[in-house]
């Protein structure tokens, strides 16, 4: 389970390579419970019945698997890593492989990387979802992770972080992978749920994007109107987070920054699945903020991002032509009351 360890320590020109690569990284996304997604296509779901699959669409996921892939689509030099486990986890790495995303994971000894199960029915009824907890990670393999995020750290503009959280991970792992990017003065994106998002925010990242539903339970209140998501995102923003972005499917996004607020309106698609849109739009807003653009500027390209992996099947993800094809209709403008 240890071949891309072996390659590296054991293979002088490989061990160039990778020095190249370490010079020239504008992104590592560290994905501690990547999957295997399946969306299983049913006419009519009929539950302790037998239901006839019309198709069935297989990719790899994992929010900082999907934000790498996208990045790299957008010309950015970016690195994955994190845990993988068995033959699913050989699959997400073929995926990366195919792609030419450079990924370098800690492999688990036991278990295997999830699948997160969907069943989709023609009938326009919200899916069923079936998501496994992922293999247990021991300390040996947390500690291995830690200390090759340390060593890719020096030559690193960005680290994203974010996702559940799988078994036998300490609970604030986020606050620690942030904490080792600040000291390292990198800039970190964090976006997960729950209770390891809160304990993630204490270490201060760079940017957040929680969705409508996550940053609700972030602030512990609904927020029933634009004016209440934009106080929101002032006050998360008010406990030193520079970039607040708060996600909101077909509506866009809102967003507070040291430019000032913002909303992002996409154009209009057809949504086939909505899975991987909000890190595609972390991703998009990475590939232009690492080259200097404004924000503003930033948040169309991540916003028309965003809207691309939208248009596309449970098994795709956006690619260049279509972000391209989507930003002249992708409107950004600042917020007024």
Known sequence: MQENRAFFEGNEQAKRFRARIL?????LTVTLNPSVDETIYVDSLKPQDTNRVLNVETDAGGKGVNVARVAKTLGCQVMATGFLSGKTGRFVQAVLDVEAVPNEFVW????????????????????????????SVSDEAWRALV???????PSVRWMAVGGSLPPGAPPDAYRILIKMAREAKVACV???????MVAG??????????????????????????????????????????????????????????????????????????IGSGDSMVAGILSRLIVGDPFPEALRWGTAAGAATATTSGAEIADQETILELLPGTVVSEWQK
């Not at 010079?23 to 992104?27: E, F, P, T």
């Not at 200390?147 to 750290?153: A, H, Y």
Request: hydrophobic share 35%; glycine share 8%; charged share 25%.
């Open 23 to 27: 010079k020239a990284m504008d992104i």
């Open 201 to 274: 925010l204490e270490a201060v990242p760079t940017l957040i994007k929680p969705n409508e539903r996550e940053a609700e339970r972030l602030m512990g209140s609904l927020l029933p109107s634009d004016e209440a998501i934009f106080e929101a995102a002032r006050q998360l923003s008010g406990r030193g987070i520079p970039y607040v972005i708060i996600s909101r499917g077909a509506k866009g996004a809102d967003a507070v920054s040291p430019e000032g607020a913002f909303r992002a309106i996409p154009p209009s698609v057809i949504s086939r699945s909505t």
């Open 147 to 153: 200390e090759k995020i340390r060593v890719w750290l």
């Open 108 to 135: 688990l000894r036991h278990g295997h990387t999830r699948r997160n199960l969907c069943i989709e029915d023609q009938q326009g009824n919200p899916p069923t979802t079936l998501n496994e907890q992922g293999p």
């Open 190 to 196: 964090l976006d997960s749920d729950g209770a390891p």
